[in-house]
């Protein structure tokens, strides 16, 4: 059976306007931006190191104040101003910050405690959070007693017993290994959906990003370059970056020549290029758009490296006068090191790059 969850049902929309960040030095943390979050969505913000992520995130915290002009509002009310605790916020550090000297049931509760609950208010959210988070029979042990997953379900309890109206999670998966990363990312989308609040999730890792959130927010130095689910970007980037950041792509440059001609070279033979693309002077490919075939007359390579991964095979090609191209497989894929094979792409799959002439 389901249990109830044990924050508010009515979830609360956030609306980011022309939200920047001037740091005293005149450092730009994060120049103007927009976005909408809709109630009970997980959205995460996704970037490099220094893109303006976690600057965003301590601007919905009440962390850090905004420049003039900025507006955030939380449902019908300016927060802007507000000081962080009055936002009705949660938040999930990196770190936990869980209290070493207290329970498991302690730290849970500590944000009620402090807010005058009575005792058995505590006790009921912190039995109806346990049972959420799967933390059965660990109720008396200590933070040093847990394992880190278990110590970040430890941390977002904490986080959602105080009923928030918004979830902030900043970079909540760094510590662990990447083995537990990827058994916890699933684990952590279904909770946020079970407790169905607003939250804001912000990563530098993709995988994680795509696992967990229903839209992606990706930033680059102090901008947000576009917003959507993941397959969305990742099929349909608005910008080079967000094509690279998001999976592997190989460039393919077209000399003048071949921009005249309205053909894309591969190695020894040429694809005509798709109207959209024409006046692009580099394309894009992902490795799993290209489909390798028996020669057949067409485009050819030799296969230079195969690389077995477990469930796909990366193989790296050589053509003739162009720089290599990266190809992924199924696993079972028998071509091998020195083998010459026909390529075949589908035209729409390509990816538009960069254009010093019509980019912006």
């Not at 924050?7 to 994060?30: F, H, M, N």
């Amino acid at each position: 059976m389901e249990l109830e969850s044990p924050v508010s049902t009515q979830s609360t929309r956030i609306e980011i306007t022309q939200c920047a960040k001037t740091y005293p030095d005149g450092t730009r943390g994060l120049l103007p931006v927009d976005l909408n979050i809709e109630a009970g969505e997980v959205v995460a913000l996704l970037g490099p190191s220094g893109c303006g992520k976690t600057t965003l995130l301590r601007l919905l915290a009440g962390l850090e104040t905004a420049d003039p002009g900025s507006r955030i509002l939380f449902g019908d009310q300016d927060v802007t101003a507000l000081p962080a605790e009055k936002r009705g916020i949660g938040m999930v550090f990196q770190s936990y910050a869980l209290f070493p000297q207290m329970t498991v049931e302690a730290n849970i509760v500590y944000g009620l405690k402090i807010r005058g609950a009575s005792a058995d208010e505590c006790r009921r959210t912190a039995g109806t959070l346990i049972d959420l988070v799967r933390l059965n029979g660990l109720e008396k042990k200590r933070p040093t007693e847990l394992s880190g997953g278990q110590r970040q379900r430890v941390a977002l309890a904490r986080a959602v017993a105080v009923k928030p109206r918004v979830l902030l999670l900043d970079e909540p998966m760094a510590a662990l290994d990447a083995k537990l990363k990827e058994s916890l990312r699933e684990e952590l989308a279904e909770l946020l959906r079970r407790l169905g609040i607003t939250a804001v999730h912000v990563t530098h890792d993709q995988q994680e990003a795509m696992a967990i959130a229903d839209r992606l927010a990706l930033m680059e130095a102090g901008q947000i370059m576009q917003v959507g689910t993941a397959e969305s970007l990742y099929r349909n980037p608005a910008h080079p970056f967000v094509a690279r950041f998001l999976g592997r792509v190989n460039t393919l440059a077209r000399s003048s020549e071949d921009m005249a001609a309205g053909v894309i070279r591969l190695g020894n033979g040429a694809l005509a290029c798709p109207g959209h693309l024409r006046d692009r002077n580099e394309v894009m490919l992902r490795p799993e758009d290209i489909h390798l075939v028996a020669p057949n007359g067409g485009a050819t390579a030799r296969i230079a490296r195969r690389t077995f991964l477990g469930d796909r095979v990366q193989l790296q090609l050589e053509l003739e006068g162009q720089p290599p191209l990266m190809v992924e497989a199924h696993g079972l894929l028998a071509y091998a090191p020195g083998d010459i094979v026909g390529l075949e792409i589908d035209t729409e799959r390509l990816l538009p790059a960069r254009n010093d002439a019509t980019a912006a």
